[in-house]
């Protein structure tokens, strides 16, 4: 594919002359540096498929045997409305800050020491995000131990205790069987005693 100024100019060629290959076009442009350099610093702003419009409106409605300047396809551009390109802006890379409440919460439940339901874990996260607690480094990523001390403190204002309840590695200190069936008054009587 040709460049933008390559193709407008290829384009009127065709019309006005007949079908040309693109390596005879680029042989005859050859030694034109400065008008390609200027059709391309003149329509450099617009989308290709509009300057292609303006110059088939100039062939059809104006002059098919006169061949176009810059300034009457501008002319023709400009009474279109046509819509000059915007700048491409760099895209910046999207960095997702992983959810760390859902991290720490499944590294406790699968290591045994969970404490707390998993939305003290939500709230401790949203807080640290607000920078509720300066204790926190990076509010972005957040330590576990960090996280932990903001969960317990969360809990400890709801309920005067810092866990919510005894992790399975407590209740197995206590001697329960885990492949056990339970009742709840039963685990709370024993995790109540071990707080």
Excluded at 91 to 112: S, W
Excluded at 143 to 155: S, Y
Aim: charge should be negative; proline fraction near 3%; aromatic fraction near 12%.
């Amino acid at each position: 594919m040709l460049e933008k100024e390559y193709e407008i100019l290829k384009q009127i060629e065709e019309l006005y002359s007949g079908d040309i290959s693109d390596d005879d076009f680029l042989k005859k442009c050859e030694g034109k540096e400065v008008r390609l350099k200027a059709w391309k610093e003149a329509f450099n702003e617009y989308p290709l498929y509009e300057v292609q419009k303006a110059i088939n409106f100039y062939y059809t409605n104006k002059s098919s045997k006169i061949r176009p300047n810059i300034a009457q396809i501008k002319a023709i551009l400009s009474a279109n409305n046509a819509h000059r390109e915007q700048p491409k802006e760099e895209t910046k890379e999207v960095v997702y800050e992983p959810d760390y409440d859902i991290k720490y919460f499944d590294e406790d439940v699968n290591n045994g020491n969970c404490h707390h339901n998993r939305y003290y874990y939500t709230e401790a996260l949203k807080k640290i995000r607000k920078h509720e607690y300066p204790f926190v480094a990076d509010i972005h990523n957040p330590t576990h131990n960090e996280m932990i001390t903001v969960i317990e403190h969360i809990c400890e204002s709801r309920t005067k205790k810092k866990h919510e309840f005894s992790s399975r590695n407590e209740l197995i200190e206590l001697g329960y069987d885990m492949n056990m069936h339970y009742s709840t008054d039963e685990l709370f009587e024993k995790s109540i005693r071990r707080l």
